[in-house]
């Protein structure tokens, strides 16, 4: 868990301001998955990342959310003007890949509050 | 149909019993993981499985590929071990079960 890391862990918005969340992968992973917790809801898939590429992005709103992967550099999911429904718990994992072992490693979290 | 069906979905224990939670699956996977989650917690993997079986400590993973269908079992059930206890496949992408809330009374 220690090598998926995550910034900030907790963050607070105001309605209409923008939302920045960071991960950085295992060292030597090269793919990412974000997804949020709802209160009091289960864990929804958002979206899937290589470097440079979106691989899906079905569980992702289709506005104000965007989601990044550069080759030198975290992954970043972005809300732009955030709503309180926003409010939740934004988790990330990394893979080495397709086609590897199905190793996963899961970070902590960020904790977005939209007051 | 719901790609992934997990259940049940609460289930309370008397510290020492024996716990079954279970985890049945449509779609093809490269490997599925048994994730614990603790109150206001991050999310731990506990295992991941492609095939057979693995165990470590009190707990016990299973997975069936043909039957698409995984079991996480806790042996001698403690209070400590009171969390919501997650199904997640890899497959295209990563995919949740809704999660079994675990209560271990004393």
């Known amino acids: 868990n220690a090598g998926v890391m995550q910034n900030p862990r907790h963050l607070v918005r105001r309605r209409g301001q923008e939302a920045r969340l960071r991960c950085s992968p295992m060292?030597?992973?090269?793919?990412v998955y974000w997804y949020r917790q709802l209160p009091e809801e289960g864990l929804k898939f958002m979206v899937y990342?290589?470097?440079?590429?979106?691989?899906?992005e079905s569980g992702m709103p289709k506005e104000r959310f965007s989601a990044e992967f550069p080759k030198e550099g975290p992954s970043i999911l972005r809300i732009q003007q955030v709503v309180r429904g926003d409010s939740a718990a934004y988790f990330c994992?990394?893979?080495?890949?397709?086609?590897?072992?199905?190793?996963?490693?899961f970070g902590e979290g960020s904790r977005l509050t939209v007051l | 149909k719901n790609e992934v069906e997990q259940s049940p979905q609460n289930l309370t224990a008397q510290e020492g019993e024996f716990i079954t939670i279970n985890c049945s699956y449509s779609?093809?996977?490269?490997?599925l993981h048994w994730l614990q989650q603790h109150p206001g917690g991050g999310i731990v993997s506990l295992f991941m499985?492609?095939?057979g079986k693995k165990k470590h400590g009190r707990l016990i993973a299973t997975i069936n590929i043909q039957e698409k269908h995984s079991s996480l079992h806790i042996t001698a059930s403690h209070p400590r071990d009171s969390a919501v206890y997650i199904c997640?496949?890899?497959?295209?992408?990563?995919?949740f079960g809704t999660g079994t809330r675990l209560q271990v009374f004393p």
């Open positions: 990342l290589q470097k440079e590429n979106i691989i899906d």
């Open positions: 997640a496949l890899l497959s295209y992408k990563l995919i």
């Open positions: 994992a990394s893979s080495p890949g397709q086609g590897g072992t199905g190793e996963l490693f």
């Open positions: 779609v093809g996977i490269s490997a």
């Open positions: 499985l492609s095939s």
């Open positions: 060292k030597g992973h090269s793919h």
